[in-house]
């Protein structure tokens, strides 16, 4: 009768006795959860912005201590503002509640947009976030560049 209720007689296979030794798979599976939790809660990108390459050149100007406000366009055209990453439509917007947010100091003459664009864009697009900061109320836009060193100098010539 045992070979009708018990077909595969599993019950020779049950241990009732715990395996000896040192069972590593629950802190393996532990591990592995903490580090997805840790991948998807982390933040990828380290610093806010984009990487553009700036154009070169051997006169740069030195800034003043005035509130400097930096927009960063890439080479795709698309527009950071301190950090933060805007639509074209926005823009404008941005602009306009930074110099309003700011409050004038004693001998300020105003707030500086720095444009840090990639080289590949064309003017166009650079004359017209010129005209955008001045509509916003900036009264200055200096654009980036990198010092160019001798080396590039003489590919140049």
């Known amino acids: 009768m045992a070979g009708l209720t018990q077909p595969l007689e599993f019950r020779?296979?049950?241990r009732t006795a715990p395996r000896p030794?040192?069972?590593?798979v629950p802190y393996l599976d532990a591990i592995l959860i903490a580090i997805f939790v840790a991948l998807n809660s982390s933040a990828f990108v380290?610093?806010?912005g984009a990487a553009v390459q700036l154009p070169r050149s051997q006169s740069l100007e030195s800034s003043q201590s005035v509130p400097t406000?930096?927009?960063t366009v890439d080479r795709n055209e698309l527009y950071f503002f301190q950090g933060r990453k805007l639509a074209r439509i926005s823009l404008e917007a941005q602009l306009r509640e930074f110099v309003r947010d700011l409050e004038p100091e004693e001998g300020q003459k105003g707030a500086v947009l720095l444009i840090k664009a990639?080289?590949?864009i064309p003017s166009a697009s650079l004359f017209n976030l010129m005209d955008i900061a001045r509509s916003a109320g900036f009264t200055r836009v200096h654009l980036a560049a990198e010092l160019k060193s001798q080396q590039d100098a003489l590919w140049d010539e």
């Open 118 to 120: 990639d080289a590949s």
């Open 69 to 71: 406000a930096v927009l």
């Open 46 to 48: 380290l610093a806010p």
């Open 12 to 14: 020779k296979y049950i």
């Open 21 to 24: 030794g040192f069972d590593t």
